[in-house]
């Protein structure tokens, strides 16, 4: 969870929409629409939240949408309320019941 006076962390409230390119050194939590590059040690994709674009994680949380590129270097979670479309990489992954994963998937191992 992200405290407010944690550092290295961003959070993207529900309703708000950001383009761009984002290095965070900790903790990146999406509520909102993120389209482009997205690096962080972990990022967490809430049930409202949508990235598109390039992501770039030690772990993923996925409860909401992400499309394209994806990698995760450790390990990806794909709740049942997720969705994962493009091209995915991963170390380890768990797929819950209900949660869907579309397009070219590859294990880094």
Not at 40 to 59: D, Q
Not at 98 to 104: A, I, S
């Amino acid at each position: 969870m992200i405290e407010n006076s944690q550092k290295g962390c961003l959070f993207i409230g529900e309703g708000v929409t950001v383009k761009g390119t984002f290095t965070v050194p900790d903790i990146v939590k999406v509520a909102g629409n993120v389209e482009g590059e997205l690096s962080a040690r972990e990022i967490i994709i809430e049930s409202t939240g949508f990235v598109k674009g390039k992501i770039e994680s030690e772990t993923l949380d996925i409860k909401g949408r992400a499309e394209e590129n994806i990698l995760s270097k450790k390990f990806m979670i794909i709740r049942s309320t997720g969705s994962v479309t493009g091209a995915v990489k991963y170390s380890e992954i768990e797929v819950e019941k209900g949660g869907h994963l579309h397009g070219d998937v590859q294990s880094n191992t």
